[in-house]
């Protein structure tokens, strides 16, 4: 009997494995990683330095353990190159590797920077363990980050550096943090907290070039001002890695696309995770991924069983001043009704109606999430 085969040891691929142990102890599983497959949670990666955490201390688990623990092989420091869906089979770095099932738990690479100068090979993103690894040791003895970047990963980084005592320069083109998800006065009060930490906000810019200075680097941004910096810290966006989904003839979009039951176009390839487009919705968060394991753990097992999300709000880890986010549906009509108060932002996005489609909470507003959720839910 073939082995359902997953690909990638992220967040998504082994909470799909521990939820086929819980539906099934016995049948052949293997785990394919290109990294050492331990096994920490990635979200943890923006908020370590406040924890005082390095990258070993991240990591809860080496992939022996969790072979053995979950049954399971674990092929670490191993890359698929491509997969030849006719014969249910991936091709490894050492060999060949049939498939019952394969399942793509690739996760999402960094955007380019897309920067110019003798400075931009210095840029660092953090995306992984060896990442974090790399940006703690560049940052040691230093005291200066600037930050690319003002989105949800970007704000976290902010936070957790300032915190840690750094001076931090955020560059976002938008003209308020998390723009896309969160209206202006939602957006201004997280840069005022941010900032009565010690950010320091550069709205409505990009960084084009970052040049070699005699202490550090230089930021120039695209009006021409420039920033002096130790590290430069790039956080403008994921992107889903579809590369080996795509060489294969399997359709992608933004991400691999799916249906609800997170079936590709081949037969007996799913995708989950940063890397899944389901049903034209990319949600690369934390709680979106545990439905879509417990929803394919099932379907896995005989069971078939379509991801159906609850409302899912989003924690963004910013202490100076949180923020509970839950986005309307894209293409919702209505807009926010927003609500001001000293400690904190309560936005509500209604229909013509009056009808509850998503909110964004901020500060002490942050308490009423429960509620708002449950109405959303009903």
């Given at each position: 009997?073939?082995?359902?085969?997953?690909?990638?040891?992220?967040?998504?691929?082994?909470?799909?494995?521990?939820?086929?142990?819980?539906?099934?102890?016995?049948?052949?599983?293997?785990?394919?990683?290109?990294?050492?497959?331990?096994?920490?949670?990635?979200?943890?990666?923006?908020?370590?330095?406040?924890?005082?955490?390095?990258?070993?201390?991240?990591?809860?688990?080496?992939?022996?353990?969790?072979?053995?623990?979950?049954?399971?092989?674990?092929?670490?420091?191993?890359?698929?190159?491509?997969?030849?869906?006719?014969?249910?089979?991936?091709?490894?770095?050492?060999?060949?590797?049939?498939?019952?099932?394969?399942?793509?738990?690739?996760?999402?690479?960094?955007?380019?920077?897309?920067?110019?100068?003798?400075?931009?090979?210095?840029?660092?993103?953090?995306?992984?363990?060896?990442?974090?690894?790399?940006?703690?040791?560049?940052?040691?003895?230093?005291?200066?980050?600037?930050?690319?970047?003002?989105?949800?990963?970007?704000?976290?980084?902010?936070?957790?550096?300032?915190?840690?005592?750094?001076?931090?320069?955020?560059?976002?083109?938008?003209?308020?943090?998390?723009?896309?998800?969160?209206p202006v006065e939602a957006g201004q009060r997280l840069a005022d907290g941010l900032a009565a930490l010690g950010?320091?906000?550069?709205?409505?810019?990009?960084?084009?070039?970052?040049?070699?200075?005699?202490?550090?680097?230089?930021?120039?941004?695209?009006?021409?001002?420039?920033?002096?910096?130790?590290?430069?810290?790039?956080?403008?966006?994921?992107?889903?890695?579809?590369?080996?989904?795509?060489?294969?003839?399997?359709?992608?979009?933004?991400?691999?696309?799916?249906?609800?039951?997170?079936?590709?176009?081949?037969?007996?390839?799913?995708?989950?995770?940063?890397?899944?487009?389901?049903?034209?919705?990319?949600?690369?968060?934390?709680?979106?991924?545990?439905?879509?394991?417990?929803?394919?753990?099932?379907?896995?097992?005989?069971?078939?069983?379509?991801?159906?999300?609850?409302?899912?709000?989003?924690?963004?880890?910013?202490?100076?001043?949180?923020?509970?986010?839950?986005?309307?549906?894209?293409?919702?009509?209505?807009?926010?009704?927003?609500?001001?108060?000293?400690?904190?932002?309560?936005?509500?996005?209604?229909?013509?109606?009056?009808?509850?489609?998503?909110?964004?909470?901020?500060?002490?507003?942050?308490?009423?999430?429960?509620?708002?959720?449950?109405?959303?839910?009903?």
């Amino acid at each position: 009997m073939h082995p359902i085969v997953i690909v990638g040891s992220g967040l998504a691929g082994y909470t799909l494995l521990k939820e086929l142990r819980k539906r099934d102890r016995t049948t052949p599983i293997t785990l394919v990683t290109a990294d050492d497959g331990a096994f920490y949670a990635k979200p943890n990666l923006s908020n370590a330095l406040a924890a005082k955490k390095t990258a070993a201390d991240l990591a809860s688990a080496s992939a022996e353990k969790l072979a053995a623990d979950l049954n399971a092989t674990v092929l670490a420091h191993t890359r698929v190159h491509a997969i030849d869906t006719a014969a249910q089979r991936v091709h490894m770095d050492n060999g060949e590797l049939a498939y019952s099932a394969l399942i793509l738990a690739l996760g999402a690479d960094p955007i380019p920077h897309g920067l110019s100068g003798d400075g931009a090979a210095a840029v660092l993103a953090v995306n992984d363990l060896t990442d974090y690894a790399a940006f703690r040791k560049a940052i040691d003895g230093k005291k200066r980050i600037t930050v690319l970047g003002g989105g949800l990963i970007g704000c976290e980084f902010a936070n957790d550096l300032a915190h840690a005592g750094f001076a931090v320069d955020v560059v976002h083109l938008g003209d308020w943090p998390l723009e896309r998800l969160i209206p202006v006065e939602a957006g201004q009060r997280l840069a005022d907290g941010l900032a009565a930490l010690g950010v320091n906000w550069h709205f409505g810019h990009t960084a084009r070039r970052v040049e070699s200075a005699s202490e550090g680097y230089q930021v120039v941004l695209d009006d021409g001002a420039t920033i002096a910096t130790d590290v430069v810290l790039s956080a403008i966006g994921l992107r889903p890695r579809i590369q080996l989904a795509q060489a294969a003839g399997i359709a992608v979009g933004r991400g691999i696309q799916t249906s609800r039951l997170l079936e590709t176009g081949a037969p007996n390839v799913y995708a989950m995770g940063d890397c899944a487009e389901v049903e034209g919705l990319n949600l690369p968060y934390v709680q979106p991924l545990m439905v879509q394991a417990r929803a394919l753990a099932a379907t896995l097992t005989g069971t078939p069983t379509p991801v159906i999300y609850p409302p899912m709000p989003v924690m963004v880890k910013t202490p100076a001043h949180p923020v509970a986010v839950l986005p309307p549906r894209m293409g919702a009509s209505g807009g926010w009704k927003v609500e001001c108060n000293d400690t904190g932002i309560c936005a509500l996005h209604v229909d013509e109606n009056g009808v509850l489609q998503g909110f964004a909470l901020t500060g002490s507003e942050t308490g009423r999430r429960a509620t708002l959720v449950k109405e959303l839910a009903a």
